[in-house]
């Protein structure tokens, strides 16, 4: 039986950087597309052969700004991935736009050729707010695109949005949020603004203008209830879709599938082994035109550290924890883990409904804490368990993966 894979490919061509972005993107450097795609046809060609045995279920083309990459362009790659390997009929093909480079045109070829998913990088309804972040559309083009999106046949269209933003008050959350709404989207992803070192946005790290955690928290909340109230239900900390809207490919992440990556910075996760390309579009495009790799870091996961992420990364979804489940694919109790979440569930922060153990809201709020103290407890119940004569286990340095505090609200791609 062929096992379903996930294909990521990474475009970073941006017409801008914004100010708070720290994703491997390129401005400037639109002269070197053509280069770019021969050089990811060629990386897939060249990669083909581990594709058989795999039926490709889910295409993500991400940024940077894919849709700068032009509809021949991204056109052309999907082609070569169809050519070399076994594209689902059903797979979903996303592609991430940017409100500014939408043109009707454009997403009607695009969706002609197989793309049926498209995430908007919106932000808010503010316009003064969207300038202060260094984008560079306004919610008018979000509209616009929209509706180009719609007319050109996706049925399947989300967008991303922020809070926490500089001088943000709950007022303009909720009034940018019910916007976004008004849009009419499949599919809402909510990111609190995380300040990152390296971006220009770090010299507001501590400015009073940024909302603090407790401000932050109550906007998180308010896009809980209010996307509730309006159909979308929440399947992961940040995410949020109607019916079959559910991101099928970032899913695959947060279940441990597997998934390809291509491009620069692009990340892939196949059997034990996690990868990742060269974060610089040069050293990529040089490693494939000369054969000589592009792998920048490569890791061997190991049982328990797959155990570890089995409970790191479902109880960021709505799906959560099982016992049961847990015990058949690692074969290992959690019995520290399940005390713990017991005693979550006293203070409203988590809840076991039909033997799964997931967060509430407020649970997803403060999941990096949570999440770390459950791995500290899963490490600690296995050194318990442990023969000496066996190897020890890795200390709990997965447990730094989402930092401590309040829910990482970041892409994984």
Not at 19 to 33: I, K, P, V
Not at 277 to 291: A, H, K, L, N
Not at 329 to 350: D, F, H, N, P, Q
Not at 399 to 406: C, E, Q, S
């Amino acid at each position: 039986m062929e096992k379903k894979l996930g294909i990521y490919i990474h475009i970073p061509f941006c017409r801008s950087r914004c100010l708070y972005c720290d994703f491997y993107s390129a401005t400037g450097r639109d002269g070197d597309m053509a280069r770019y795609e021969a050089a990811l046809r060629r990386h897939i060609r060249e990669y083909s052969p581990q594709l058989d045995g795999y039926v490709i279920d889910t295409v993500y083309f991400g940024g940077g700004t894919p849709s700068r990459f032009g509809a021949p362009r991204l056109i052309a790659v999907l082609d070569e991935l169809k050519r070399r390997g076994h594209v689902s009929v059903d797979a979903e093909i996303t592609l991430e736009a940017n409100p500014e480079s939408v043109e009707k045109g454009e997403f009607l070829r695009l969706r002609r050729a197989g793309f049926n998913r498209v995430s908007l990088g919106v932000q808010s309804a503010d316009d003064k707010a969207l300038r202060g972040l260094g984008r560079v559309h306004s919610f008018r083009d979000a509209e616009i695109a929209v509706e180009t999106a719609r007319a050109s046949g996706f049925r399947n269209v989300g967008v991303d949005m922020m809070y926490g933003l500089p001088g943000q008050t709950a007022g303009d959350w909720s009034d940018s949020l019910l916007k976004a709404m008004a849009l009419g989207p499949d599919h809402i992803s909510c990111y609190g603004l995380k300040i990152e070192e390296g971006t220009p946005f770090y010299i507001f790290r501590d400015s009073p203008f940024i909302p603090d955690d407790d401000r932050q928290a109550d906007m998180y909340l308010y896009a809980v209830d209010a996307l509730s109230r309006f159909g979308y239900r929440q399947y992961e900390v940040s995410n949020f879709a109607r019916r079959g809207a559910v991101s099928r490919h970032n899913m695959k992440y947060w279940m441990g599938e597997e998934y390809i990556g291509f491009g620069a910075s692009a990340h892939s996760y196949i059997g034990s082994v996690r990868y990742a390309s060269f974060s610089d579009i040069d050293r990529y495009m040089d490693g494939v035109e000369s054969g000589g790799g592009v792998v920048e870091t490569r890791e061997e996961i190991a049982g328990f550290e797959l155990a570890a992420e089995y409970l790191m990364l479902r109880l960021r979804t709505s799906e959560g924890v099982s016992e049961e489940e847990y015990y058949s694919i690692y074969r290992c109790g959690m019995k520290r883990v399940l005390e713990l979440l017991a005693s979550y569930s006293e203070r409203g922060w988590a809840v076991n409904r039909g033997g799964r153990w997931r967060f509430t809201p407020e649970g997803f709020l403060l999941s990096n804490t949570l999440i770390g103290e459950i791995l500290d407890a899963h490490t600690r119940e296995r050194t318990e368990t442990v023969r000496p004569w066996q190897t020890a286990p890795p200390d709990d340095g997965q447990t730094t993966l989402f930092g401590r505090g309040r829910a990482v609200s970041a892409r994984v791609y």
